[in-house]
């Protein structure tokens, strides 16, 4: 074994034994269900910013990304706008009006807190939102379990199958024993080391071309339109929906509850504002960054007249292993491949905890056995943690065998999107309508849900528009359906238009 593997490979070893530390010391303080699945309510802000960034980035960050700022140079800046508005919405715009609600109904997990908001008794909408995490969660996993088989591959050669079956096995242990706790912990040190590395990596890689200016030089040389904001054909029409689509991707930032499960664990409501500097800052500049880290790289690795998915790999997602490699010393290797599989584990983690609290909370507990003692409740929750791992990591064995030519940052956003346009507008309107009713919130949800895979895979065929639809992505139309069902739904539901009679002076105290 060569200096580089034995550093990769003792990078790799220290990163995942710090996350099985991190989960049985937070398995130790595992009591009710409440440490399990909001670690009772007592996180920080700067944690809850730190673990909220962790988990909305993702493995697209760190290959998706870079590989964007690789193949369209200028243009994935579109991504870092629309990243740093929806985070920027989310915490000051809706953070802690939800908070002060949650807070007010004593909810534990999003569904918990959209039944209380619509006087839902019925628990229909507790069973459609639980129903909706698990399908959207357990795809979104199965894509940062890819992205794991493909970062051990890209970056030590190790089979993709065997990669992916290690990143999983350590995911499992911690996240299933220590719960919200181990996630919100794992997420910190995660989110210290991607930050740091997204960074460090465009400033050495800019350095190592001689600067900007020659860095953009040798872009401009391989394809002009890489330095332009709107790509080889101008501001067309079909450029248009394209960047709208990009800059629209923070969409999914405005309610997903895997990003919203943490201002329920924090303590106060006074700390959001703290919250929102940290996450915002860390939102800029670790997506720029990424954008950089791709641009520097291509200029580094493919040069003028250079075939740049035969280089860099398609979608141009193997830049920031071949680029760490070319630019950092041997020591340093190993730490960025621990980069990388923090920015998927920190998602899968809590997208596990949030599908397993949907499942045994709001559809275990809540509707079937509401009088189950706390120890036989953890250990459901631990059992529905496992079980959706498992088929998450089946359903992502089956793509990588089936499905050629598939890139981390488009698998990604197809979870992202469902999840988004289910959950999004609702929870918009539920803090910012009072007149929103339960039938409408149901029917927002399964508008959304239905529209991301009709616009995903029927939109693009739709004569005339398709192209454009095709170009705009799934999320913002589904997301606008979505919106327009909540509110058309519940104007002529006069009988939830009375249920929900006293919800306007509970939405003005949360205004504060």
């Not at 096995?169 to 910190?188: N, Q, R």
Request: charged share 10%; net charge neutral; aromatic share 10%.
């Amino acid at each position: 074994m060569d200096a580089l593997t034995m550093w990769k490979v003792g990078g790799v070893a220290a990163y995942l034994a710090v996350l099985l530390a991190l989960g049985v010391v937070a398995s130790r303080r595992m009591k009710d269900l409440s440490d399990y699945f909001a670690a009772s309510k007592s996180v920080g802000y700067w944690a809850a910013a730190f673990s909220a960034r962790a988990t909305g980035e993702s493995a697209w960050l760190l290959l998706g990304l870079t590989g964007m700022g690789a193949t369209m140079g200028l243009r994935g800046f579109w991504v870092v706008l629309g990243e740093v508005l929806g985070v920027a919405g989310a915490w000051l715009l809706m953070g802690r009006r939800f908070k002060r609600l949650t807070d007010r109904y004593e909810s534990i997990t999003v569904p918990d807190y959209l039944a209380s908001r619509f006087r839902d008794d019925s628990n229909v909408l507790r069973l459609v939102a639980a129903g909706a995490l698990v399908v959207f969660v357990t795809i979104y996993i199965s894509a940062q379990i890819d992205a794991t088989g493909t970062a051990f591959e890209s970056f030590l050669g190790v089979d993709y199958f065997v990669g992916a079956v290690v990143g999983f096995v350590v995911v499992m242990a911690y996240s299933t024993g220590g719960g919200f706790l181990a996630v919100v912990w794992s997420d910190v040190f995660q989110g210290s080391l991607m930050f740091l590395g997204l960074v460090l990596l465009p400033v050495v890689g800019v350095w190592s071309m001689g600067g900007w200016g020659p860095m953009t030089a040798n872009l401009v040389a391989q394809d002009p339109s890489l330095m332009t904001w709107t790509g080889p054909d101008g501001l067309t029409a079909m450029t248009a929906a394209s960047l709208l689509g990009l800059s629209l991707i923070g969409l999914g930032f405005l309610g997903s509850p895997q990003v919203f499960v943490r201002f329920i664990a924090m303590r106060r409501d006074d700390e959001i504002g703290k919250g929102a500097a940290v996450a915002i800052v860390f939102t800029l500049l670790s997506d720029a960054g990424a954008v950089v880290a791709g641009m520097a790289g291509r200029a580094l690795l493919v040069g003028p007249g250079g075939d740049v998915t035969g280089v860099l790999g398609n979608g141009g997602q193997d830049v920031l292993p071949l680029m760490v490699e070319h630019v950092m010393p041997a020591a340093i290797v190993g730490l960025y491949i621990a980069i990388v599989l923090s920015a998927i584990m920190s998602t899968v983690d809590s997208l596990l905890v949030v599908a397993s609290s949907a499942a045994v909370r709001d559809g275990y507990q809540k509707v079937m056995n509401p009088h189950l003692p706390d120890e036989q409740l953890l250990r459901a929750s631990r059992m529905a943690t496992l079980g959706l791992g498992l088929v998450a990591f089946a359903l992502s064995m089956v793509v990588a065998v089936t499905v050629e030519g598939r890139t981390v940052f488009w698998f990604v956003i197809f979870g992202w999107s469902g999840i988004a346009a289910t959950f999004c507008p609702t929870t918009i309107l539920s803090l910012y309508w009072a007149k929103m009713t339960r039938n409408g919130a149901v029917a927002a949800m399964v508008t959304g849900f239905l529209a991301v895979p009709l616009f995903k895979f029927g939109g693009p065929m739709v004569p005339g528009v398709g192209p454009y639809l095709g170009e705009l992505a799934e999320l913002p139309p589904a997301f606008l359906c979505s919106f327009l069902a909540g509110i058309v739904v519940s104007l002529i539901d006069t009988d939830g238009q009375a249920k929900v009679a006293g919800v306007a002076a509970e939405l003005a105290d949360s205004r504060g």
